[in-house]
């Protein structure tokens, strides 16, 4: 039997990780659901959070039909609760802070893209 795994909180951010956003639109990242949903299914918290806010973070699950795997939508505060144990961001500065998984910048659409379901690999680690 193996030892169970602790519940950790894994924050996705929103601009160029999870969405190519542009005026217009928002183009989802390949792999967006299914990592969001494996990670889910293993126990984890999923939630959502952006410096454009709480609000804009709810739209972006709405528009996605994210809402089954997230539990939450923040805006990025330090003190966000609960607290972050991974995060998966764009930016490296903030996954020096929190700890987690630094993706490519999502700024143009392309479906080959696998970096989310990659970081989804590394989290859950092998099957
Ligand atoms: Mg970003």
Redesign the pocket.
Known sequence: MSEPRPSLNVYF?????LVYPTQAASALRPGAREAMARIKAAGHGVYVWSAGGQTYSERTVERHGLGAWVDGCFDKHPRVDPPPDVII???WYLVEKYGGYLVSQYKAVNERDRELLDVAGRILGPR
């Not at 951010?13 to 990780?17: A, G, K, M």
Request: no cysteine; charged share 60%.
């Open positions: 951010d929103v601009d160029h990780t961001d764009d930016d």
